[in-house]
């Protein structure tokens, strides 16, 4: 669900959400590689390869962890500060695991902005090293959620010092304000690289496509949304709402 929280109030976060959002691009991204549950073992499994190891770029904008010829394919429609996605990663990630381990579930991330001023630069952040980190990022970046969120929601004062300096700068400053740019260093991106992060074209244009197409192909209303083998689920915004559809595919 388009979830509520504290606003950070600033002409900045309005601009970036609107360039973003009014991209959209259908250049496809370089791939990079990188105990089941009842009934999630079926026929044509490959049981001697562990699935969550196979992580893609795909040419929608997401990452996909899996087997991409899966019976079962999710996507999920989720943003990086919606805390009902936090909820639902922190309890989905183990049991999740255990069906794309098999071979017969794969699972699509698309980050989708919701219109805070920290989903742009987080966003372009956790994308910008390819596929093999995204998940673990992710992870990263949902457990110490209300962490960063209340960093920057403290900070906020500082967001008028950002005014009229270079979109790169503004997205950076975003992060230090939520204490992310400490976060971001230590896993890969230090300064220089993670500013070259904010100016990643093709990332920004992949950010407006996923807008694009979540609200006018698959009808979000909110985050997560899933799609469950084209289907756009409605009412399943947790795992023990989504895992019986799984089941009922397998």
């Given at each position: 669900?388009?979830?509520?929280?504290?606003?950070?109030?600033?002409?900045?976060?309005a601009s970036l959400i609107m360039m973003i959002a009014a991209c959209d691009s259908s250049t496809p991204s370089d791939a990079v590689a990188g105990e089941a549950p009842a009934g999630a073992a079926?026929?044509?499994?490959?049981a001697s390869k562990d699935w969550t190891q196979a992580t893609v770029a795909t040419a929608?904008?997401?990452?996909?962890m899996g087997n991409p010829d899966?019976?079962?394919k999710i996507i999920e429609f989720a943003s990086v500060s919606c805390s009902h996605c936090a909820d639902f990663h922190a309890t989905s990630k183990v049991p999740l695991e255990n069906y794309i381990r098999t071979g017969n579930v794969s699972y699509e991330m698309r980050t989708f902005l919701l219109?805070?001023?920290?989903?742009?630069?987080?966003?372009l952040a956790?994308?910008?090293?390819?596929?093999?980190?995204?998940?673990?990022?992710?992870?990263?970046?949902?457990?110490t959620q209300k962490t960063w969120m209340q960093t920057a929601f403290d900070n906020q004062a500082k967001l008028a010092e950002l005014e009229g300096q270079?979109?790169?700068?503004q997205l950076v400053g975003l992060l230090r304000i939520a204490g992310l740019d400490s976060f971001f260093a230590a896993r890969g991106l230090p300064g220089a690289k993670l500013k070259q992060c904010m100016t990643d074209t093709k990332q920004i244009d992949f950010l407006g496509k996923i807008r694009n197409d979540g609200v006018n192909k698959h009808g979000l209303t909110g985050t997560p949304t899933f799609v469950l083998n084209g289907e756009t689920l409605e009412g399943v915004s947790s795992w023990p709402a989504l895992e019986p559809k799984i089941k009922a595919a397998l």
């Open positions: 669900m388009f979830t509520a929280r504290r606003p950070m109030r600033s002409l900045i976060a079926k026929a044509g499994a490959v929608d904008g997401g990452f996909l899966a019976k079962v219109g805070g001023p920290l989903d742009p630069p987080v966003s956790v994308r910008c090293q390819g596929a093999a980190p995204f998940f673990r990022l992710t992870d990263d970046i949902f457990r270079p979109q790169a700068d």
